[in-house]
Protein backbone atom coordinates (compact mmCIF):
# COMPACT_ATOMS: atom_id res chain seq x y z
CA UNK A 1 0.00 0.00 0.00
CA UNK A 2 3.15 2.14 -0.69
CA UNK A 3 3.54 2.80 -4.52
CA UNK A 4 7.11 4.09 -3.55
CA UNK A 5 8.02 0.88 -1.60
CA UNK A 6 6.94 -1.88 -4.36
CA UNK A 7 8.72 0.69 -7.22
CA UNK A 8 11.84 -0.21 -4.84
CA UNK A 9 10.95 -4.27 -4.65
CA UNK A 10 10.21 -4.14 -8.37
CA UNK A 11 12.80 -2.44 -9.47
CA UNK A 12 10.92 -0.04 -11.44
CA UNK A 13 10.26 3.64 -11.16
CA UNK A 14 7.11 4.93 -8.84
CA UNK A 15 5.84 6.23 -12.02
CA UNK A 16 6.05 3.08 -13.87
CA UNK A 17 3.60 1.55 -10.65
CA UNK A 18 1.55 4.18 -10.98
CA UNK A 19 0.67 4.03 -14.63
CA UNK A 20 0.46 0.25 -14.19
CA UNK A 21 -2.04 0.57 -11.40
CA UNK A 22 -3.89 2.94 -14.05
CA UNK A 23 -3.41 0.63 -16.85
CA UNK A 24 -5.34 -2.28 -15.06
CA UNK A 25 -7.51 0.50 -13.33
CA UNK A 26 -8.67 1.28 -16.54
CA UNK A 27 -9.18 -2.27 -18.07
CA UNK A 28 -11.18 -3.55 -14.78
CA UNK A 29 -13.48 0.06 -15.03
CA UNK A 30 -12.86 0.09 -11.28
CA UNK A 31 -10.95 2.17 -8.59
CA UNK A 32 -8.53 -0.41 -6.71
CA UNK A 33 -6.83 2.04 -4.80
CA UNK A 34 -7.91 5.88 -2.46
CA UNK A 35 -4.93 7.56 -3.15
CA UNK A 36 -3.59 10.17 -0.62
CA UNK A 37 -0.51 12.16 -0.31
CA UNK A 38 0.34 9.80 2.71
CA UNK A 39 -0.85 6.58 1.87
CA UNK A 40 -2.85 4.15 -0.59
CA UNK A 41 -5.90 2.48 0.43
CA UNK A 42 -7.38 -0.59 -1.59
CA UNK A 43 -11.05 -0.11 -2.32
CA UNK A 44 -13.57 -2.73 -1.63
CA UNK A 45 -13.45 -3.73 -5.32
CA UNK A 46 -8.89 -3.71 -4.83
CA UNK A 47 -9.98 -6.17 -1.35
CA UNK A 48 -11.56 -8.47 -3.99
CA UNK A 49 -8.74 -8.59 -6.67
CA UNK A 50 -6.28 -9.01 -4.08
CA UNK A 51 -8.14 -11.75 -2.65
CA UNK A 52 -7.70 -13.70 -6.04
CA UNK A 53 -3.83 -12.35 -6.85
CA UNK A 54 -2.24 -13.12 -3.75
CA UNK A 55 -2.40 -16.57 -3.77
CA UNK A 56 -0.86 -16.78 -6.96
CA UNK A 57 1.60 -14.24 -5.95
CA UNK A 58 2.84 -16.77 -3.57
CA UNK A 59 3.07 -19.62 -5.84
CA UNK A 60 4.68 -17.22 -8.35
CA UNK A 61 7.67 -16.84 -5.10
CA UNK A 62 7.28 -20.18 -3.78
CA UNK A 63 8.55 -21.46 -7.61
CA UNK A 64 11.29 -18.73 -7.56
CA UNK A 65 12.54 -20.03 -4.44
CA UNK A 66 12.96 -23.66 -5.17
CA UNK A 67 14.48 -22.42 -8.60
CA UNK A 68 17.32 -20.14 -6.80
CA UNK A 69 17.51 -23.30 -4.08
CA UNK A 70 18.19 -26.19 -7.01
CA UNK A 71 20.43 -23.84 -8.89
CA UNK A 72 22.45 -23.39 -5.66
CA UNK A 73 22.85 -26.59 -5.02
CA UNK A 74 22.84 -28.57 -8.19
CA UNK A 75 19.94 -30.33 -7.57
CA UNK A 76 16.89 -31.67 -10.08
CA UNK A 77 13.99 -30.04 -10.05
CA UNK A 78 11.08 -32.42 -10.64
CA UNK A 79 7.30 -30.45 -11.81
CA UNK A 80 4.16 -32.60 -11.81
Not at 30 to 37: A, E, K, P, V, Y
Request: a positive charge; aromatic letters at 4%; hydrophobic letters at 35%.
Amino acid sequence: LNFSEASKQLYISQSAVSQSIKTLERKLDQTLFIRSTKKVQLTPEGEILMRHVEPAMNLIQKGETQLLDAASTGGQIRIG
